[in-house]
């Protein structure tokens, strides 16, 4: 499994690396596709997302008396902060595609 996270966390750099480069390349070259701000958005929701599922505690989501001081509204927590990472990772893609088919 950590070789999963490994691949996944080199494809993202990947990815920030190439927008940074095609930034800095649009910059120079004076060409008349401008980069606007919008364009960063769906990368730093992404980014965000990414965070967000890597820092979660995934066993708060089966949370019991035993293991959570309050199991409940544990349960509650883990699952509303994991469906906001959910919802933010989709409006990131669907604002990508967005962008994708407006250019």
Known sequence: M???S???GFIFA???W???DAAVFV???HDQLKL???FWLPGVGT???FFIVVLMDWGALHADDLTHFRARETRLGARAVLLFAIILGLSSLAL???ILAEI
């Open 96 to 98: 990508s595609v967005w």
């Open 18 to 20: 190439v927008m940074v």
């Open 2 to 4: 950590r070789v999963f």
């Open 36 to 38: 606007e701000p919008v």
């Open 47 to 49: 980014t965000i997302t």
């Open 6 to 8: 490994c691949v996944g």
């Open 14 to 16: 990947m990815a920030w």
């Open 27 to 29: 910059d120079i070259s």
